[in-house]
């Protein structure tokens, strides 16, 4: 899925303004500055529309888990995940919303998408296990779109 989609997700999703987003980035461990988020915000067709690319993704991402949870002065931050994808995604918003393997499941099923445990399970799975498998975008805009239900039932 292209990260611009789910950073633009993510910001209905919690009602954020663009600003914010550059805070959370900036949590990441990424200066930025508002111009290029809101450049990474625009849809594909409209002038001024930028890609956003692998590290800012991950640096918003894994900013999104410290502005949710906070950050554990326990343990340093993990190394930048590169590149990104539909897998990492998943996972990251697994931690930022305290999801378990129930929550998802009923996540998707309020978007009209079912799966099953097993199938859920091989998507956080390490790449190199027999078992991994990758997480299509289908998969992961109905994971956006019941979180969207879930978390903004006003959305309806």
Do not use: W
């Amino acid at each position: 899925m292209i990260h611009n989609d789910v950073m633009r997700s993510i910001r209905y999703i919690l009602n954020i303004s663009d600003v914010r987003i550059v805070g959370i980035i900036q949590l990441g461990g990424l200066e930025i500055d508002k111009t290029h988020v809101i450049a990474y915000l625009k849809k594909e067709d409209e002038e001024g529309y930028i890609d956003c690319p692998d590290n800012v993704m991950a640096h918003f991402l894994d900013g999104l888990i410290i502005h949710k949870r906070g950050r554990d002065e326990n343990h340093p931050p993990p190394p930048i995940e590169l590149p990104i994808h539909n897998n990492t995604v998943l996972k990251k918003l697994r931690v930022t919303f305290e999801l378990r393997e129930e929550d998802i499941l009923a996540i998707l099923e309020q978007a009209g998408f079912t799966t099953s445990k097993p199938e859920l399970s091989a998507l956080f799975r390490k790449p190199d296990h027999k078992n991994y498998r990758r997480c299509g975008d289908q998969f992961l805009r109905n994971f956006l779109k019941g979180l969207t239900l879930r978390l903004r039932p006003d959305t309806r």
